[in-house]
């Protein structure tokens, strides 16, 4: 066993060319001594001490081990051969270069040099072979190497059972561990397995795995063989176990690469055979049917050609190539798309006419527009001639066959039904996007092909999807729209609805022109503030306004009571609701500008009555009637005395607003307490509107006397002008004449009369000035009982945008200044009011009031 353990240390030993032979023991030259372990007298007063750094030589083992610092070199000059026995000691820690007596382990082992080697680099190569574990008792020289006073310390051994039933399972354990790891020689388990001297096995296993230099030593340091034994005993099941799972997941996947070459083999003969069949393998049916469709698909020459120019490098790439399945994918997209795909529009006038009637109520002025655009189509159809010339300017501006269009107005007015019901009277096909919270220009404009699982924008996705080239595209909430570090989407819809442009709107994934100009957009929005100038360029802007009461109940009669009747499972004949009871349920239990409370009030109705029809608690016809309300829906939830009460005390006056759901009404409230606090403000208000106040305040200081307000009651008043509710915020200058006419009110003791609502922006000197959203305050005005609307004169224009039956029921009241406001808004003063302190409020200092326009 010695003998087989030096020769394949031996056969680790390379002789350079260059190398010098500097020493070789009798031992060496006789290629070997049996009893070299033995041989020799350890000088254990006088031993020089040679540390090792990260490895740990073992009795009766041989190691080659190179020395390259110069104190260990010295150490060896000095020494050989004269004293060929030297102490091999490990460091504590292996970064330290030259390590000192405190930095060097106490157990090491006394090794014999058999042999010195000198590289041409200047180091010298040693071969040693182990002989006994000694333990260092004093260092006696530090300069210029380390020599120590040492004592042999044998090792411990009992002969028994568990000692040989340990050796087995060291022995064992190597083998499968020699059998695991290929580098390791087969003749070292033969030689273990020979082992009879349980020491001499132990050091054997142990100079033979990987061993950190911390649990080498350790082991080296055990005086009991049994321990040792032991040790490597667990040690050797680790690295086992370890090496088992090494090898199972190397079996696993050389499995699957065997499978995928028998596949590639198996393929590869069946391309053979179809061959010889002839009929076709998968790569080329899939070249021959994308060619096919590539041909009939319709595209444009550019088109055409990058589709075609995709198809030539997959017909040179190998099915398995991840790249195939990307081009197949995007040429499935490319010839699936709609190039000359579309609908014939149907541009029958008056069937677009009765279809648009069937589906909405009122809306005039976006039906005229449909047809319009509908009666331009047919007669260009009709007129189209193929001119000769070519006029110049068409080289710039070619013609425009789209139409973009903008819905904007409330919530529940119907902007995207509207779209459903102008395909179905166009005959064309309807698809939706809904654009609100997207924040990703990609989402429109796609993603580049160099992503992995990149894809087209939401606009070639849904055309593709739709299979026509002209359907009726809606938009929904463009409003909505988000921007963030990825894009600003509202700039990727420039293109898109642009009719200049949108010939040649390009996806980033598909990277080849799309005319996108035979659809017909159609966006809709709440606002207009919060869609960028640009895209409000672009587009035709059409605006819905609020229902009114009348406009309402017919909406619920000819569209809403069917509709839920047949969602609730009844039958017309089981179920009708009076005109009055539904005037009821629009005046007090809805307040919105559209009609999706309304719905939800009535499908509540027809819940209840489904209920005791399947119950089988009633077989005839229920009739809604106002008297019936209160069981089905409850306590009424909007009263029309909460007008007249909260006007009846003076500073309360009635303001118009319009908001994103339509009109709306505000009261404004005033009142005054002593102090010096000045002017307060309160209700969430905006900078506008709190300019608006200053400016109104302004104006009241300023005509006080003729008001008939004691100057003094502003210098020791505090006057507060609060605008409910306080959780909304408010803003823009339309509240002026209103927050004039409170502060009127206030100072002068007189209330506001309580069916007078007013709007209109207001100057320093007076003046009423014109402001925006006319019909939606007024038909907000008419929605909460208001009889006579104050309005700027120069507004005038706006009341032919009112319903005639709105107009028809309220007095309009159009003023230039600030005093005709008041004239009409102020009734007489209450009895017993003083609320300027010293001056009565009998009304003498009031100025003549300006005559007044009235317009039934």
Not at 223 to 239: A, G, M, P, S
Not at 412 to 418: E, H, M, N, Q
Request: hydrophobic fraction near 40%.
């Amino acid at each position: 066993m010695q003998q087989d353990l030096f020769d394949m240390q031996m056969d680790e030993w390379d002789d350079g060319e260059e190398d010098q032979v500097l020493y070789e023991s009798e031992e060496y030259n006789e290629r070997f001594n049996l009893q070299a372990g033995k041989s020799g007298t350890i000088p254990a007063d006088d031993l020089p001490v040679l540390p090792l750094r990260g490895v740990v030589v073992y009795p009766m083992m041989w190691l080659p081990l190179p020395v390259g610092q110069r104190r260990s070199i010295r150490l060896v000059e000095d020494n050989l051969p004269e004293n060929r026995i030297v102490a091999l000691v490990t460091s504590k820690d292996e970064e330290i270069e030259k390590p000192g007596p405190d930095e060097i382990h106490t157990i090491g082992t006394a090794a014999q040099v058999h042999r010195v080697l000198r590289t041409p680099d200047g180091t010298i190569r040693l071969l040693v072979q182990g002989m006994e574990r000694i333990r260092v008792v004093e260092y006696i020289q530090e300069q210029p190497y380390l020599r120590a006073r040492v004592e042999v310390v044998p090792e411990t051994m009992e002969q028994n059972i568990e000692l040989e039933a340990i050796m087995r399972a060291v022995q064992e354990l190597f083998r499968r561990l020699i059998d695991l790891e290929p580098q390791m020689p087969d003749e070292l388990a033969m030689m273990a397995m020979n082992v009879d001297d349980a020491r001499q096995l132990a050091y054997l296993v142990a100079s033979s795995i990987r061993l950190e230099a911390r649990e080498g030593q350790h082991i080296l340091e055990m005086d009991n063989v049994y321990d040792k034994l032991l040790r490597l005993t667990q040690l050797l099941h680790k690295e086992v176990e370890v090496l088992e799972l090494g090898r199972k997941i190397q079996s696993e996947a050389q499995g699957e690469m065997e499978r995928m070459q028998r596949d590639f083999f198996l393929r590869e003969q069946m391309k053979a055979i179809q061959k010889e069949l002839g009929d076709e393998d998968e790569q080329a049916s899939d070249i021959r049917e994308l060619e096919e469709r590539i041909a009939a698909a319709g595209m444009t020459e550019e088109a055409e050609k990058e589709a075609r120019h995709e198809l030539d490098r997959m017909r040179r790439m190998p099915i398995q190539a991840a790249e195939y399945s990307v081009i197949k994918t995007y040429l499935d997209l490319m010839v699936s798309l709609p190039w000359q795909k579309g609908t014939e529009d149907n541009l029958d006038i008056n069937h677009a006419r009765q279809v648009l009637d069937e589906d909405h109520y009122g809306l005039e002025e976006i039906k005229d527009r449909i047809l319009e655009f509908l009666a331009v189509r047919k007669l260009r159809a009709e007129r189209k001639v193929d001119d000769q010339e070519e006029d110049l300017r068409d080289q710039v501006r070619r013609e425009r066959e789209g139409v973009v269009l903008c819905f904007v107005g409330p919530p529940g007015v119907g902007k995207t039904s509207l779209g459903i019901s102008i395909a179905r009277a166009m005959n064309r096909k309807f698809v939706r996007l809904a654009l609100g919270g997207i924040r990703d220009e990609a989402e429109i404009r796609g993603f580049r092909r160099t992503y992995i699982g990149s894809m087209p924008g939401r606009i070639i996705q849904s055309l593709r999807r739709i299979e026509s080239r002209n359907p009726v595209f809606m938009l929904d909430e463009v409003d909505k729209l988000g921007r963030d570090f990825r894009g600003d989407p509202s700039s990727a819809l420039l293109e898109v609805l642009d009719p200049e442009q949108n010939r040649e709107f390009r996806d980033h994934y598909l990277d080849v022109p799309f005319d996108l100009s035979q659809v017909m957009f159609v966006t809709t929005a709440n606002v207009l503030d919060t869609i960028p100038g640009p895209l409000q360029d672009r587009m035709e802007i059409i605006q819905l306004s609020s229902y009114t009461e009348d406009e309402k109940v017919k909406i619920v009669q000819g569209y809403l009571i069917p509709r839920q009747i047949k969602e609730n499972g009844l039958k017309p004949d089981e179920v009708e609701f009076t005109e009055g009871a539904l005037r009821e349920i629009v005046q007090g239990y809805t307040r919105e500008a559209g009609v999706r409370n309304l719905e939800r009030e009535i499908g509540k109705v027809c819940r209840k009555i489904a209920a005791k029809v399947a119950a089988g608690e009633t077989t005839e016809k229920t009739v809604v009637t106002e008297n019936d309300l209160v069981h089905y829906l409850g306590r009424r939830k909007i009263h029309k005395e909460e007008i007249a009460e909260r006007t009846e005390l003076p500073g309360v006056a009635i303001g118009l607003a319009w908001t994103m759901t339509g009109g709306d009404m505000l009261f404004l409230e005033a009142t005054r307490v002593p102090g010096d606090k000045g002017f307060m403000l309160t209700g969430q208000l905006g900078d506008v509107m709190k300019e608006s106040a200053q400016a109104a305040l302004s104006y009241i200081r300023n005509r006080a006397v003729p008001l008939g307000i004691d100057p003094e009651i502003f210098r020791r008043s505090d006057i507060h002008l609060h605008i409910p509710a306080g959780a909304i915020p408010k803003d823009g200058p339309s509240a002026g004449i209103t927050i004039a006419t409170a502060l009127a009110s206030l100072l002068t003791g007189r209330p506001v009369k309580s069916e007078v609502g007013m709007t209109g922006e207001i100057t320093l000197r007076g003046k009423v000035l014109p402001v925006g959203g006319i019909k939606e305050k007024i038909i907000a005005a008419a929605r909460f009982g208001l009889k006579t609307v104050i309005l700027p004169r120069h507004n005038e224009a706006d009341l032919d945008d009112v319903p005639q039956s709105v107009r028809e029921q309220m007095n309009f009241i159009l003023v230039d200044k600030v005093d005709e406001v008041l004239a009409a808004a102020l009734d007489e003063p209450l009895p017993n009011a003083n609320p300027s302190g010293e001056i009565g409020p009998n009304g003498s200092g009031l100025a003549k009031q300006s005559p007044v326009e009235r317009l039934q």
